[in-house]
């Protein structure tokens, strides 16, 4: 039966599917397509982990036997017991063959959607004791995952057995198939999450996946931006998606409404495969803006510069037009190393290469590195995400977050510091640095950034003339603008961030995603003071937030005097456009009218 779930509209388009189901616990196993040939290959890599988790439970099992019952718990031996005989069931090997000879998933992400599949009808089960036999296959998928990638797990608690099941059939309907591409591997596929961490949906960039759907997140999280980098029609917030949609559900991605639509109809799919041609179409034509020089109809000259998570994102920021980075999200290099055989942060050489390889990759244009923002819902890892978002009494978006988390340990920060300007030699960087607010921390960054040049100076290293600028990200920093334009060379509006402190709302949070409003004529108040003061000082100002590729917003932006937007590649195009359609000098009682209006948004 069709039905559909409403949610936040992150990233634009239309994606037709069918939904994977992925836990975020089981995200960082890699997600690929093998060739036919390899399918007797993947198979066999999965027995043998079966089989070595086998040997391994095997054998703690006979010790366990030899063992006094003091020694040796009885819980210890019943949980070894449900562990061997999940390891044998065939609903956990047939169901892996199925999705790599069918499918041709790789054999990490075969094994761990098919242990979604399972511990969902575990999830269904009435009886409590079974419904907890779900912990106990985790593990001994965990295990086999161990082994697959040749690292051995410690002994776990659990006991129980789980009991088969009758698998849900979940045939394309009538109409479906033919609309479709056949029910084969050439489908494409939704990834459907209760939660994704920025880190996680970066994983994703280069992935299967045609679209994204998510129980929490709001529209300027970071897993949202994310997700709109990757150019994907995506919803977030869609609170109870993942636990309505099943594994294989045919679903459509409407990223412009934010809906996701479960088992469509064949009329509903005809529908959104039309509308979806259309979008591919619009895109082709907007291609064509990509050469053309960004000029209001009254001849202002706008810099429309790209916002990148990763060095090789440089190429969809040139394919798109930019004409630099404007904002380089240095942290994505920070996140997601735990368990991956890498030290907790990045050492200088490795940071020092990747911005370097941003900086070849603008060929010549200028990139503005932005320190390290680590915190709120950028953790460092998963687990302390995990931690976080179970722990109701922190408030990590008001704690230590970016340059305080920074500050708070200068070494990570000096070796940071060191990488980027060794990377200045070798094309254009701007340094910029996030959440200031106060000028103490002001005089700390300045004096580390001294300190860091002096020690390259020391070892004789050479750095370019690296302009330093400062995000206006929270009210306090846009209430002492002076003093930002004392100390730095440029400023941009974190207005993500911005509204977020302004008005309270986390931008993380899906409950309070509706108050979340760049027109609150506050944060328009702060926007439009901070451009015109620095207009008054000749500083450069920009917009890096998400209101830079929001097209609804870029008449009201260039009104109030912006001449620089900093945005994800995807959007620059679009924005582009509304660019050339402006006479800026038609605007200025409007935005007057905007600015001292109790509700912009009825004039917008
Ligand atoms: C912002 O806050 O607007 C911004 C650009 O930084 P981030 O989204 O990474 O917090
Ligand atoms: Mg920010």
């Given at each position: 039966m069709t039905f559909s779930v409403r949610g936040l509209a992150v990233a634009q388009g239309i994606a037709i599917g069918r939904a994977v189901l992925i836990a975020s616990s089981r995200l960082d196993v890699a997600h690929y397509f093998i060739e036919e040939s390899d399918v007797e290959a993947e198979i066999e890599r999965v027995r043998n982990g079966r089989d070595a988790v086998i040997d391994e439970l095997g054998r703690l099992q006979h010790s366990v036997s030899q063992m006094s019952r003091k020694e040796a718990p009885h819980e210890l031996a019943a949980m070894l017991d449900v562990h061997l005989m999940l390891l044998q069931d065939d609903m956990l090997s047939d169901g892996v063959k199925h999705w790599i000879t069918d499918?041709?998933?790789?054999a990490e992400w075969a094994l761990t959607t098919q242990l979604e599949l399972i511990a969902r009808q575990f999830d269904d089960m009435e009886d409590e004791y079974l419904r907890e036999r779900k912990a106990d296959l985790e593990q001994v998928v965990e295990r086999i995952l161990r082994h697959m990638q040749g690292v051995a797990l410690p002994l776990v608690d659990g006991d129980g057995q789980p009991k088969r099941d009758t698998k849900r059939e979940n045939k394309p309907r009538k109409g479906q198939q033919d609309l479709l591409l056949d029910d084969t591997i050439d489908v494409p596929l939704i990834l459907v999450a209760h939660d994704l961490s920025p880190a996680d949906m970066l994983q994703f960039k280069q992935s299967v996946f045609a679209g994204f759907v998510t129980d929490v997140g709001g529209k300027t999280s970071h897993t949202a931006i994310v997700a709109r980098s990757m150019n994907i029609p995506a919803v977030v917030g869609a609170r109870s998606a993942s636990t309505l949609i099943r594994q294989d559900d045919w679903v459509i991605i409407d990223g412009d409404a934010g809906v996701v639509i479960v088992d469509p109809s064949p009329i509903i799919l005809a529908e959104y495969g039309f509308k979806q041609r259309q979008g591919e179409l619009e895109r082709g034509r907007l291609s064509r803006l990509r050469n053309t020089p960004a000029v209001t109809m009254d001849g202002e000259k706008i810099e429309l510069l790209a916002n990148i998570?990763?060095?090789?994102d440089a190429v969809a920021a040139l394919n798109a037009g930019?004409?630099?980075?404007?904002?380089?999200?240095?942290e994505f290099l920070f996140?997601?190393?735990?368990?991956?055989?890498?030290?907790?942060l990045p050492n200088e050489e490795e940071q020092f290469q990747a911005y370097k390889r941003a900086v070849d990759g603008m060929q010549g244009l200028p990139v503005t590195i932005r320190t390290v923002d680590i915190g709120a819902d950028k953790p460092l890892d998963r687990q302390e995400r995990l931690e976080k978002t179970q722990d109701t009494h922190l408030n990590p978006a008001l704690g230590l977050r970016a340059i305080r988390w920074s500050l708070a340990d200068p070494d990570m920060f000096l070796t940071q510091l060191r990488a980027i300007f060794r990377a200045s030699s070798f094309g254009q960087i701007k340094l910029m640095i996030p959440m200031l607010c106060a000028v103490g921390e002001i005089h700390q960054t300045l004096a580390l950034i001294k300190q860091a040049k002096a020690d390259l100076d020391a070892k004789s290293i050479p750095y370019g003339d690296v302009k330093i600028g400062a995000m206006i990200e929270i009210p306090a920093a846009a209430l002492i603008l002076p003093t930002f334009l004392k100390y730095f060379d440029f400023l941009s509006l974190g207005t993500n961030d911005l509204i977020q402190y302004t008005l309270a709302i986390d931008r993380a949070d899906e409950a309070v995603a509706h108050m979340y409003d760049p027109l609150h004529p506050a944060v328009l108040h702060l926007i439009a003071n901070t451009i015109q003061q620095c207009k008054l000082q000749g500083k450069d100002v920009s917009v890096c937030g998400e209101m830079a590729g929001d097209v609804s917003l870029t008449r009201l932006l260039l009104g109030m005097g912006l001449r620089c937007f900093s945005m994800h590649p995807a959007q620059i195009l679009t924005v582009k456009q509304h660019i050339l359609r402006t006479d800026t000098s038609k605007l200025k009682d409007w935005v007057q009218q905007v600015l001292t209006s109790e509700n912009p948004a009825e004039i917008v």
């Open positions: 499918r041709l998933y790789n998570e990763q060095p090789d930019a004409v630099g980075v404007g904002l380089f999200r240095s996140m997601g190393r735990d368990g991956k055989g890498q030290s907790k």
